[in-house]
């Protein structure tokens, strides 16, 4: 097998319970990884922690899962592992990160607690409605919301990364956030 293993080839790996998978899984998308657990975390050995636990999660995971899309997958892997470290987290100041105030700037919109299945049916009806908010968005917007809030890039990076500057990246968010807001009272959700 090549250096640069496909996606397809990586996955036979882990069906074939090889553990050249997790190798060539660090290989590829390590990086990536880190980048979107670092974003969460601020903390380099957390993230090593964390990208240990995706890799081992991807081990007990594929098979029987068998995604379209690896670095999809290992990024909402890593994403929900990051932020149940960051959660569950027992450190007395966090860090100002860019997902800290990423949470910040949705605090007044959005509230996310999943103590009951009340609340979990509410956080539910919360995920559909953002997904049709979003489905109405134009694709700039969209992914100006998914890259803040998914991926908690820095404003700066959004604005480089789209070939548009901060302040309008900024106005965006600050658009897409009252709208949403107004979206969700609307629909009953808030």
Not at 22 to 45: A, F, H, P
């Amino acid at each position: 097998m090549s250096e640069h293993a496909t996606d397809n080839q990586i996955i036979e790996l882990f069906f074939s319970r090889n553990n050249d998978a997790l190798i060539r899984t660090d290989e590829k998308y390590g990086v990536y990884c880190r980048t979107v657990s670092l974003r969460i975390l601020n903390d380099s050995q957390d993230v090593e922690e964390c990208i240990n636990d995706m890799l081992y999660q991807a081990w007990n995971s594929i098979p029987p899962t068998r995604p379209n899309s690896l670095k999809a997958y290992l990024g909402k892997v890593i994403r929900n592992i990051s932020l149940n470290k960051l959660k569950h987290s027992n450190r007395q100041k966090r860090a100002a990160n860019e997902c800290s105030v990423a949470f910040e700037e949705l605090e007044n919109v959005l509230t996310a607690a999943h103590n009951s299945v009340e609340e979990h049916l509410e956080a539910m009806a919360l995920s559909k409605a953002i997904n049709a908010f979003l489905d109405n968005q134009s694709a700039q917007n969209r992914k100006v919301f998914i890259a803040r809030y998914w991926y908690f890039e820095p404003v700066s990076s959004i604005a480089k990364n789209l070939g548009i500057s901060e302040s309008k990246t900024k106005m965006i968010l600050l658009r897409m956030r009252n709208s949403l807001k107004d979206y969700l009272k609307k629909e009953g959700v808030l």
